[in-house]
């Protein structure tokens, strides 16, 4: 083997590549959440341009929710950037109102799918697909499904609230990503005329956005309360404090 070759090696083995990929939890959602923001934009483009070519409310609807969710993405990763090896009660506070803000807006945006959701169970989505791209389509979601559930799982072995907020939004995004191709399969399949499927279409989006919408509030509750428990962990100590000083100064008056 030619030094060049062991001396690059061994520059990928201990370089930012590595450290990026294989770093601690924290750092890896970011790195892979910046490429999901890109793809989010992407497949946002996208839809807009179908929804002006076709003139059709679900792409459009589609479009604009896909790039508010950039915009979160965007706020997550650059706020966990800035704010990373700032003093740790400033970024504290900042994290919390990042945290408060960003929720409250993903709670909305998802609320504001049922009016996509509700022209797609009509049928009312136009479709210009073949199966082969359609199954391609599938298998992407399929991964993405099982990536976004595994790091679910994972996101308590950080005390980032930004970093779980982002996991949360890749596993939505996911779940929306099933629906999208349900709706497609089903289209290329029937052709948009079974009424059977229309009923199956409306009942099965329904509820994975039942489910999209669960999943935003509860991690919510479970954020919040890991935000309160920090905040009273920080105030113990120093009542702590206080309580031991009361006798010294008692002693002193004596």
């Not at 697909?129 to 679910?152: D, H, Q």
């Not at 999209?212 to 479970?222: P, Q």
């Not at 009273?232 to 006798?247: G, L, M, R, V």
Request: hydrophobic fraction near 45%.
């Amino acid at each position: 083997m030619d030094d060049s070759e062991i001396k690059e090696g061994d520059i990928i083995e201990s370089g930012a590549i590595k450290e990026l990929f294989f770093g601690d939890y924290d750092r890896k959602t970011i790195t892979f959440s910046s490429g999901s923001f890109l793809v989010s934009v992407v497949f946002a483009i996208y839809n807009g341009y179908l929804g002006a070519h076709y003139q059709s409310l679900w792409y459009g609807s589609i479009c604009v929710y896909y790039l508010l969710l950039s915009v979160l993405r965007a706020i997550l990763i650059i706020s966990n950037l800035r704010l990373a090896g700032k003093d740790r009660d400033l970024s504290k506070k900042k994290r919390r109102i990042i945290f408060l803000l960003t929720n409250a807006i993903l709670l909305l945006l998802n609320l504001s799918l049922i009016v996509p959701i509700s022209l797609m169970a009509r049928m009312m989505k136009p479709v210009e697909m073949t199966l082969i791209p359609a199954i391609a389509m599938a298998t992407y979601t399929t991964y993405k499904i099982i990536i976004a559930s595994f790091n679910m799982k994972k996101r308590k072995t950080t005390d980032n609230i930004l970093v779980k907020e982002l996991r949360t939004i890749n596993f939505i995004d996911a779940l929306l990503s099933i629906i999208v191709l349900q709706n497609t399969l089903i289209m290329v399949n029937s052709g948009g005329g079974n009424r059977e499927m229309m009923i199956v279409s409306a009942a099965s989006s329904s509820v994975i956005l039942i489910l999209m919408i669960t999943v935003s509030v509860l991690g919510f509750v479970k954020d919040s309360k890991q935000l309160s428990q920090t905040g009273q962990s920080q105030i113990q100590p120093f009542t702590e404090q206080t309580d031991a000083a009361i006798p010294e100064e008692n002693h002193d008056k004596h």
